[in-house]
């Protein structure tokens, strides 16, 4: 038995706790049970060979316990909770025990419920207990106690407020009778000790950045992992706004320094880094997340099965391929796959355990487990799989990253353009997977463009592969939403390739020339006879990107799309929207400089300011504005769809068509333009008196 420090020195440990004890009752009146409840929480710290062994490793001071055997009534009444078990639970936080010990340095508080504790308590059997009683039971049988609506659960018996025969305790003397309290003590002692985190000793071998006393970074190491524990999975961010190290743990002079401002984001962001996340790290009782956001996890939340269905999400959360261990007919399987949701209501049972399906990334159907038969989930890392199975893994990757890419790792995308640079991997399938990423995550920019851009151009040559030209231009068009100069070099060799190429490929290439357009059109001028020749495909896809690239260019070199003007005209009336106004936004860029070829068109134009939906509308009626100053008359001859589009319930085709009636002459109606000059727009009022003025 591990003496108690000090107090061997001037008196025994009966003796100590008996003078503590009669402080306590004087100090707080509060009888000997109560009291002894706090005296045998010192004693089986300072007792604690867990503890002992923190502190022969310098994880822990001496003091850390010591000074509750000198300073005990002193340290309880500096806290402000009103019973003096609520100021034991105060102290127990604020010293970090708690952190260490966990929630058996803890006392059950009669304040938490507010309830009197000489108030009586009835079971549904009929037993009645008052709170102090309770208190007492569950201090000497080692029973869990805690609050619920209006009383107490001791073990698993509820007891309520009610009215039934009170069983009461003998009532306490001022003095005790240390026979019976030594008796006491000797039984304490032989009971179970309290459970120190012995996983901390893990922190011994941890060296930490920042100047600070190591107590101190092993306490806020503690309050991180006992935070991940009572939450199940926590972020770096949860923890750190829960702990509030700046006020709570203030390591360091930069600690010092957070803690009189009050909040200081660099000091958190040391804290962390150099001090709680590298011992997280080195705790082998907690799991870290995959990937920077994600969540850190207890590894008994991982295994041993699994009673909550909220636990199961959130591991699932944390990572995106797992380790599986489940049982089938009482036999344990394993299996390397990623989580595959159930989203048809039909599929879920409306009874029973809750339901989870699990796609293996080796060739096998999904798995469907229910709760209980799930043994363990781990999340795991790209890496850590055999590199046999590296090529089906990153094919169903690809599947992930396009449902949530937030969730693969930094570290794993670089393994696998590292595998694709050194002819490991399939390259096409691996850089869909990293494009898609790429295309999501502003960090994996940061870290891969130029290696993966590169790799990109490297291997043009898969644009001529049937098989694989797809993959690769669909590359390309990702990047190009999000680093349209990346692609440059390849425009040539895709333009060239566009030819021959499937309608998947095609598709993909010109959507890429349409994100090239809007930053870069002088470098698709070698796109255009391609670009040309998508305006008369049936697909609508190709029509609306080589439209909408076309304009583009036509807008930055207008004689590029001059010959277009034909086929422009017979999409005004094609049955999709987006394809007719991107037709009349083209005719509306090239009339910039060739007024002449598009006016030929102006009935077909005019017809178009009929159109059902807005945007052709008024893509027509600037076309119009601007072709119709090479010919007026061509204007003028459609006046009558002019007199329709004053009524237009687009404020702008009405205001338009009021400029081209008066720059046309256009024979309309007066009234109906002395209509306009009350329109609720006020570019229509000045247009349409302007157009007065000229008619008149």
Same mark, same amino acid.
């Given at each position: ?8 020195? /001037? ?83 604020? $010293? ?141 961010? #949860? ?155 990153? /094919?169903? $990757? ?50 891969? *463009? ?71 059109? #002088? #470098?698709?001028?070698? *796109? ?55 037709? *009349? ?14 006016? #030929? ?96």
């Amino acid at each position: 038995m591990i003496v108690l420090g000090l107090l061997a020195l /001037s008196m025994g440990a009966s003796d100590w706790a008996g003078a503590m004890a009669t402080k306590m009752h004087r100090e707080y009146e509060v009888g000997q049970e109560r009291a002894l409840q706090i005296t045998n929480r010192v004693r089986k710290l300072v007792a604690s060979p867990d503890i002992e062994a923190l502190e022969e490793a310098g994880l822990l001071n001496k003091e850390f316990t010591s000074d509750l055997i000198q300073d005990l009534i002193a340290l309880l009444n500096d806290q402000d909770e009103e019973t003096i078990e609520g100021r034991w639970n105060g102290l127990v936080r604020e $010293l970090g025990i708690y952190d260490v010990v966990g929630a058996d340095a803890f006392l059950y508080d009669p304040a938490s419920g507010g309830l009197d504790p000489d108030k009586e308590l009835v079971s549904d059997d009929g037993d009645s207990i008052t709170i102090q009683e309770a208190m007492i039971t569950a201090w000497r049988e080692e029973l869990p106690i805690e609050a619920i609506p209006h009383g107490i659960r001791l073990g698993n018996t509820e007891f309520r407020t009610g009215d039934s025969r009170q069983i009461t305790l003998s009532q306490y003397e001022d003095r005790f009778d240390q026979d019976v309290l030594s008796d006491q003590l000797s039984l304490d002692l032989r009971r179970r000790r309290l459970e120190v985190d012995a996983d901390l000793l893990a922190l011994e071998n941890v060296d930490f950045s920042m100047k600070a006393p190591r107590q101190d970074c092993v306490l806020a190491i503690a309050a991180a992992r006992r935070y991940i524990l009572e939450h199940g999975g926590v972020s770096r961010d #949860e923890i750190v706004e829960a702990l509030e190290p700046e006020k709570n743990h203030p390591l360091g002079s930069n600690g010092v320094q957070a803690r009189a401002k009050g909040f200081e984001y660099e000091f958190r962001q040391r804290w962390w880094e150099d001090v709680v996340a590298p011992g997280l790290r080195s705790l082998p009782d907690i799991q870290e997340p995959t990937h920077e956001s994600g969540k850190w996890l207890s590894t008994e939340a991982m295994t041993g099965g699994f009673e909550s269905e909220t636990t199961v999400e959130t591991i699932l959360d944390v990572g995106y391929l797992f380790e599986i261990a489940y049982l089938d007919d009482n036999e344990e399987q394993r299996v390397v796959g990623y989580h595959n949701e159930i989203t048809r209501p039909s599929a879920k049972p409306l009874h029973g355990p809750p339901v989870f399906r699990f796609q293996p990334i080796v060739g096998n159907p999904p798995i469907t487990i229910r709760l209980p038969a799930l043994r363990e989930l781990h999340p795991i890392s790209f890496e850590q799989l055999p590199d046999p199975v590296w090529d089906s893994a990153i /094919s169903e $990757l690809v599947a992930i990253a396009d449902e949530n890419a937030e969730q693969i790792p930094l570290g794993d995308v670089e393994v696998v353009l590292e595998a694709s640079q050194n002819g490991q991997v399939e390259a096409a399938t691996a850089l869909e997977f990293i494009a898609m990423v790429f295309g999501e995550r502003e960090d994996v920019r940061e870290t891969v *463009a130029d290696d993966f851009e590169t790799m990109l151009l490297a291997r043009l040559d898969l644009l001529t592969d049937r098989e694989q030209a797809a993959e690769i231009a669909k590359c390309f068009g990702i990047v190009a939403e999000v680093a349209p100069k990346r692609v440059l070099d390849a425009v040539p060799a895709m333009a060239s390739a566009a030819d021959s190429a499937t309608l998947e490929t095609r598709r993909w290439l010109l959507y890429t020339f349409s994100n090239v357009a809007e930053a870069y059109p #002088e #470098e698709l001028l070698p *796109a255009v006879e391609i670009l040309i020749n998508s305006i008369d495909e049936p697909d609508e896809n190709l029509r609306t990107n080589a439209l909408s690239t076309l304009g583009e260019i036509a807008q930055a070199y207008p004689d590029a799309a001059g010959d277009i003007v034909d086929s422009l005209g017979e999409l005004l009336t094609n049955d999709d929207a987006l394809v007719r106004a991107n037709a *009349a936004g083209l005719l509306a860029d090239i009339a910039q400089s060739n007024p002449e070829d598009v006016i #030929e068109l102006a009935p077909e134009l005019a017809e178009s300011l009929t159109a059902d939906d807005d945007e052709t509308r008024v893509h027509t009626s600037i076309t119009l504005l601007r072709a119709g100053e090479a010919n007026p008359k061509a204007v003028r001859d459609e006046h009558e769809q002019l007199v329709a589009a004053l009524s237009d319930s687009n404020s702008t085709v009405r205001a338009n068509t009021c400029t081209l009636i008066g720059n046309a002459d256009a024979p309309v109606p007066v009234d109906q333009l002395r209509l306009l000059k009350d329109d609720p727009d006020e570019q229509v009022q000045e247009q349409a008196t302007w157009a007065l003025g000229r008619i008149s």
